[in-house]
């Protein structure tokens, strides 16, 4: 299987033309514009449309450029190619871009507070469960932690 991740330019445009995109995906590009607008745009700290074959399979993206040296990533897989590995795929590119940008930073993610797909994926990456917190929108959550030195 080929996999690649393809960025969402500030103007919604893919950064590398693709033969397809599902309408999924094309909602996550407007999504991913309005949070362009709350967060700034600076690649790669950007939006991402994941590609298996050529095909739209999820999206990913850091959720803004790094503040105090903490970049924070989310992930999502379509509904029809989840449990093929995506997430971790996505997950795994996302920690690459950072560390290859920044070798200092710490990459961070938030789960729900209970033990699902996402948490593997990131014990399996890793990162260590720092604290639960209340979020603004989700309530309480899971923050999830990985540096350079502590990837194995």
Request: with cysteine.
């Amino acid at each position: 299987m080929t996999f690649e991740l393809v960025a969402i330019k500030q103007n919604g445009e893919l950064a590398k033309s693709v033969t397809t995109t599902s309408p999924l995906g094309a909602e996550i590009i407007q999504g991913t514009r309005r949070m362009y607008q709350s967060s700034g745009y600076e690649p790669p700290w950007v939006g991402y449309l994941a590609f298996a074959d050529g095909v739209s399979v999820g999206s990913c993206a850091f959720k803004s450029p790094p503040q105090n040296n903490r970049v924070e990533i989310a992930y999502f897989t379509f509904p029809e190619y989840q449990s093929r590995g995506i997430a971790t795929r996505m997950a795994t590119e996302l920690v690459r871009i950072a560390f290859d940008k920044i070798p200092t930073v710490t990459v961070a993610a938030q789960t729900l507070p209970q033990d699902g797909a996402s948490t593997s994926i990131l014990k399996k990456l890793g990162f260590g469960l720092m604290e639960t917190l209340e979020h603004p929108e989700d309530g309480l959550v899971w923050e999830w932690q990985l540096t350079n030195t502590s990837k194995a």
